[in-house]
């Protein structure tokens, strides 16, 4: 596809926030095309551009975005993009792989639409410019993979996920969703609940995001349960993380936190050992993790750990 090779192309030349530290050249981003209506940012290793790399498969790694502020100006959250992925070529560096990560919004005028969460809202409002983000990532990746493919550079069916916070909160319900698109998951402090692999507990349903009642109506699907158990998941959190979106009403509704707290727990350490046997009674392969001394952030352990899973799941 002509618009394919021409993206990549300006991938190579045009350069947008310098060199990275490594000498090769920074993400580049790609503008809104068929399936997508905001940009992404593309970071390819210059490893993986060299001949002698042809025979080998690139990885691609996707890292939604999470701004941490509501904000109505796209400009505000694609200047966080451009920060963030420039981290993670440094983090990720030592794993060759492809970085893509999206620039979606979160409205402050519609700020019930959690979309860097991935919440109820974003699912199911008619708002078609902040509608489906699962969806319009997918068209991302496909269009990133394509672009890769017609330059010769081979590139995995499966993406590696990792995300913190709201972005652990994506990651965890993006492979729920489309578990057949991700090849391993790494879930940072997920709201204070990663979506439970179940329809009910104690009697109780469990809508979506907190488990999967209702799936169908909320995604159009039922749960792959049999793909899900493919993905590999990472989840993990510090022991001081008391970071719960639970409590807030953009990401949850007030009914949510009145069926989780007497079924779960009142804070994210609290529901950690539920959570781990939910995922465990439902057959899937989840290693959840927690760090000592650790409040709601991102340490040097948590990042070599990420590295160590992603580098299991990698071939």
Not at 11 to 20: D, I, M, N, T
Not at 64 to 79: F, I, R, Y
Request: proline share 6%.
């Amino acid at each position: 596809m002509i618009r394919a090779a021409i993206l990549f192309l300006l991938l190579l030349v045009a350069c947008v926030g310098g060199v990275s530290a490594q000498g090769g050249t920074a993400a580049m981003k790609v503008e809104p095309a068929d399936g997508f209506s905001y940009p992404y940012y593309l970071y390819v290793p210059p490893a993986m551009r060299e001949r002698s790399a042809g025979s080998r498969t690139l990885s691609l790694l996707v890292m939604p975005n999470n701004s941490g502020k509501l904000d109505d100006d796209l400009a505000v959250h694609e200047a966080d993009v451009k920060r963030r992925i420039q981290q993670a070529e440094k983090a990720f560096e030592k794993l060759g792989v492809a970085i893509l990560m999206p620039v979606f919004p979160r409205p402050k005028t519609y700020w019930k639409i959690y979309t860097h969460a991935l919440d109820r809202d974003a699912m199911l409002t008619d708002r078609k410019e902040y509608k489906r983000f699962d969806l319009q990532l997918l068209a991302m990746i496909e269009n990133a993979r394509k672009a890769l493919r017609d330059q010769g550079i081979k590139v995995d069916e499966k993406v590696l996920m990792y995300g913190f916070s709201a972005a652990g909160m994506f990651v965890d319900r993006f492979a729920f969703l489309h578990p057949k698109s991700v090849k391993a998951a790494a879930v940072g402090a997920p709201g204070g609940w990663p979506i439970a692999p179940a329809s009910s507990y104690d009697g109780k349903p469990l809508r979506y995001p907190l488990g999967v009642s209702d799936l169908k109506a909320v995604a159009g699907r039922k749960l792959d349960l049999k793909a899900l158990r493919k993905v590999p998941f990472f989840v993990f959190m510090g022991e001081k993380d008391d970071n719960d979106s639970l409590v807030f009403t953009d990401g949850y509704e007030p009914e949510d936190k009145e069926l989780v707290f007497p079924l779960f727990g009142a804070t994210p350490i609290a529901r950690w050992e539920k959570s781990k046997e939910l995922y465990k009674q439902s057959g899937l392969s989840a290693e959840f993790k927690l760090y000592p001394d650790t409040p709601h952030k991102v340490t040097m352990a948590m990042i070599e750990d990420i590295q160590a899973f992603f580098a299991k799941h990698l071939n």
